[in-house]
Each structure stands twice: as C-alpha cells, then as structure tokens.
C-alpha cells in the first residue's frame, strides 16, 4: 500500500491549517520551482507524490503568512500588469488596485511622441516598468528615498530588459534628485497615503512604514507632490496619484488649489476612488501654488 504523502495532501493540510487555496497553491508551486499561474498543472498532478521535504517546507511557509507576511515577500515575487517582478521587504507589495494607474498613463501617454515620464517613489519599479514596457517611446525615469528600494527596481529592469533611470531622492522633497527646470510630460506616483494612527496599519508591519504611512490624515506626501510638481510638468502635462479610497475628494481639492486643470478621479477594481490627477496648465493660464502644508 503507498502511503506517499501526494500534493492534493500537501494542499488539503495547507488549508486545514486556516491558509485560502489561491495562496496555498502558490506557495506550493514556488516550492516545487514552477510558475505561480500553473494552477492547471497542479491540478493534473494532485496525486502525484510530493518531492521529499516539500510539506514541511509548506509548513514553515504557511506559519510565516499567517503570521501577517505577504504571499509575495515568501515567493520573492509578484505579478504586476503583466510583470514578474521580484520583490522583498524593501518594497511594497504591489497591489492589482495599482494597475489602475498604469491604465490612465498609458491612455495620456498615447498622445506623445516621445514622452518623458516621471515615477515618484517606485519601490520595486512596478508602475515604471509597466509603463516602459507598454509604451517604448517613453523616456521613463523613476525615484526612490530606499536605496533597498532601488536595489530591487534595477534588478527586475535588468532582468526585464527594461530602459528606466532609477534616482535616489529622500521623503521630504520628492523632487530633490531631479535636475533645476528638468520637465516631464507625465508625473506619477503611488506614494504612502494612510494616515499614522490608522487601525489597519499594524496589519502591514512586514511591509515598509515608511512607504505607507503619511502623518496625521495620510496626505503628508500627496500635498508636498503637489504643491512641487508644477516646475517639473510641461505645459500640458498630467499629474497622476494614488490614494486612499476616503481620499479622493481631498486629493482634488489639492490639485484644484495648485492650480491643475481637467481633475478627475478614477475607480479601482473594487469601484473606490483610488487615482486622482490633474493637468498643468499651458502658458497662457497662470497660477499660484499654495504654501507648503506644514508635515
């Protein structure tokens, strides 16, 4: 009689110890070195025998995502509009909400024959790379205050073969590594947004705090990326950014305030406001930023 455990076993016992079956049959397929999307393969194999140590593996695997660490952080990657992108614990998480964004840049940057785009604070290169790799023509360039951060940007550009410069810039002027008068048709940014003493925030401690939370309403860095971009912007150019699904009206009225044009909002998959942007003026309107908004 074989006693094997098979891999429908390994499965069955990932769920019975509380994990969703999506995850457990990620987590398992990274531990038997195939792709994450080969559900159908697993399913073909489920009696298969599984490899020697591989339920044990799954078990440690599983006790660290139950203990709050992301799916992505224990494969060490994560799909993103297309991508595989590596990822750790220097940079977010990227989420499917965030695809959004890529959707509204590319539909801008159809207009342009050589746009020059501007990512603000890219962690592992998500919106970058997407956007360089779905619009050729784009001068895409792309910053980060984590050289940890950075780190993983280049690496998943190079393995990608993807052409994005990559700057290190700091969290109180997110425009400090830009050269004076540098102009780009396009600004985006997926910048941290939750406010300090939010109760969801403790549920994201194995990712960056310092990519996710913004002082005392969650708009600290939103209002310094707004109240700085307009120097930086082409006549004509957008400004794209994400934000907190409560957010929205308040990302208007700062992009209102600085004097942006054409504002509107997009909707996320699950249909919050979650991306709201505005267009610089051309030459012949002028406007006046705000003073800056203490931190």
């Not at 360039?141 to 940890?148: L, R």
């Not at 997009?266 to 705000?290: K, M, V």
Request: glycine letters at 10%; proline letters at 7%; hydrophobic letters at 45%.
């Amino acid at each position: 009689m074989n006693n094997a455990i098979t891999l429908d076993d390994t499965l069955s016992a990932a769920c019975a110890a509380g994990l969703p079956l999506h995850e457990a049959r990620m987590l398992l397929l990274h531990l038997l070195g195939r792709a994450g999307h080969e559900r159908a393969w697993l399913l073909a194999h489920g009696s298969d025998a599984a490899p020697a140590g591989v339920p044990e593996a799954l078990r440690r695997l599983i006790e660290r995502r139950l203990a709050g660490k992301p799916v992505a952080y224990l494969t060490g990657k994560k799909a993103f509009y297309g991508l595989e992108l590596q990822v750790n614990e220097h940079t977010l998480d990227p989420r499917p909400d965030t695809e959004t964004l890529v959707d509204w840049a590319l539909e801008l940057l159809r207009q342009a024959d050589v746009p020059a785009v501007l990512d603000l604070g890219c962690g592992s290169g998500a919106i970058a790379l997407a956007i360089a790799a779905h619009c050729a023509a784009a001068r895409v360039a792309a910053t980060d205050a984590s050289e940890g951060a950075l780190a993983v940007a280049r690496a998943n550009a190079q393995r990608l073969g993807l052409n994005v410069q990559f700057l290190q810039g700091n969290w109180h002027n997110w425009f400090a590594p830009l050269a004076a008068g540098e102009c780009f048709d396009l600004i985006v940014s997926n910048p941290p947004y939750i406010a300090e003493s939010d109760p969801h925030l403790p549920a994201l401690h194995c990712e960056p705090r310092c990519a996710l939370a913004s002082g005392a309403d969650g708009l600290r860095d939103i209002r310094r990326i707004v109240q700085g971009a307009a120097p930086h912007l082409a006549p004509g150019g957008w400004l794209l950014l994400e934000h907190g699904w409560q957010q929205g009206q308040a990302v208007r009225a700062l992009l209102r305030a600085a004097g942006f044009a054409h504002i509107s909002t997009r909707s996320d998959l699950g249909g919050n406001e979650r991306t709201s942007g505005g267009q610089r003026p051309t030459p012949q309107t002028t406007f006046a930023l705000p003073h800056p908004t203490p931190a």
